[in-house]
């Protein structure tokens, strides 16, 4: 219990660190959906130190569910969702490198 309390509260942090350095407009690519920028490559507040800070707040936080219920569809779902997220990682890094190049690497 302390464990799954514990990846809840890291997750809320991490949120909320997240959204002062992101505006929802920008975690919702309106400026890519509207094709009327590149948009802007965000380096600052928690962008300076985890890449994909959205993906790990949700690791925790589903980590943290599955620890709570204990229960083996819990842990499947964890499991699911890093693999998942895995390999959207992975295509939004070529994305970013292709857009922001060797600013973003």
Same mark, same amino acid.
């Given at each position: 219990v302390a464990a799954g309390v514990g990846l809840l509260v890291c997750s809320a942090l991490l949120g909320s660190r997240r959204r002062r350095a992101i505006s929802m407009r920008t975690l919702?690519?309106?400026?890519?959906l509207a094709g009327s920028t590149p948009?802007?490559?965000i380096t600052g507040g928690i962008y300076a130190t985890i890449r994909h800070p959205r993906y790990v707040e949700?690791?925790?936080? /589903?980590g943290g569910v599955a620890l709570l +219920?204990? +229960?083996?569809?819990?842990y /499947?779902?964890?499991?699911?969702y890093a693999?998942?997220?895995?390999? /959207?990682?992975?295509?939004?890094?070529?994305?970013?490198r292709r857009r922001f190049g060797a600013v973003y690497v």
């Open positions: 919702a690519g309106a400026d890519e948009g802007e490559l949700l690791f925790l936080a /589903v +219920t204990g +229960t083996l569809a819990g /499947v779902i964890w499991l699911a693999l998942a997220t895995y390999g /959207v990682v992975l295509l939004e890094e070529a994305e970013l």
